[in-house]
C-alpha cells in the first residue's frame, strides 16, 4: 500500500491536526488510513491521550494505553526539543536505521495508506548526522507538507518545498491550515503560492472540516 510522509514549515504548523483529519476521513470513505508517529517531543506520560500519538490513536479508534503509544511512536522524549537536543538530555538516541526498519515495517503491515507524521519542520535535526528530510529521502515516500497561513508563512513554505526537492522528494502537495492569526484569507495565500509552485494545494479551514480531507483522503 502506498505510504505517504506528513512534514511541516515548523511546529506547531498542524501536522497532527491534519494526519488525524485525514484518518477519519478515510474511515467515512470506508477507506483504513492507518498513521504512525515514529519520534515524539515533549510526551509525558500522564497526559498520553493529548499527546500527538494520543491523537492519532483516537482517530484510528485506539485508545492511548501505554502499549498503543508504544506501538506507533518507540521515539518519546520529555523534553519539548528537537530530538538531537532531547536525546542528549535524556541518553537517548534515534538510531537512523532503526527509525527506517520500523517505518518499512510499519507499511508492509498496513492494510491500507500508511501515513508517517514526522517531528517539526523538515529540516529539525534527527541526531547528530540526519535531517527530517533526511528520513525522507531515505524512504523513498511522497511528503505533504504541512503549512500555516500567519505573516511570513509563504516565504516558508517555498523554502521548505525548494530544501525537499534539493533532496529530490516527490511533493503530493501542500496543506494550508489556516493559522489563528492570519493576516489575509488563506485562498489569498494560495493564489500566491499557485504562481510559484506546481504541486496541488489544499486550504483546510480553522477548527472546521468542509470536506478538503475527504478529497485528500480518497486520493491517498
Known sequence: MASYFITATGT??????????????GRELK????????????YDPALAAESDAGILLEAMGRPATPGNVATISP?????????????????KRVGFEDLLTFCKAA??????????????????????????ADWIAA??????LVCGTYLGSISHTLS???????????????????SPASPVLPEETAATL??????PIHII???FDDGTFRKIAARL
Not at 139 to 144: Q, S, T, V
Open 12 to 25: 506547531g504548523a498542524g501536522k497532527t491536526y491534519v494526519t488525524a483529519g485525514l484518518i477519519k476521513a
Open 31 to 42: 477507506k483504513e488510513i492507518a498513521a504512525i508517529k515514529p519520534v515524539m517531543s515533549g
Open 75 to 91: 521515539w518519546r522524549f520529555t523534553a519539548p526539543l528537537s530530538p538531537d537536543m532531547a536525546g542528549v538530555r535524556e541518553g
Open 107 to 132: 507499511a508492509a503491515a498496513a492494510r491500507g495508506p500508511l501515513l508517517i507524521e514526522g517531528v517539526g519542520g523538515v529540516a529539525v535535526p534527527l541526531n547528530d548526522d540526519m535531517l527530517v
Open 139 to 144: 524512504l523513498k515516500i511522497p511528503a505533504l
Open 160 to 178: 521548505a518545498l525548494g530544501f525537499l526537492v534539493q533532496q529530490n522528494i516527490k511533493i503530493a502537495g501542500v496543506v494550508l491550515s489556516e
Open 194 to 199: 499557485e504562481r510559484f509552485i506546481t504541486c
Open 205 to 207: 479551514p480553522r477548527d
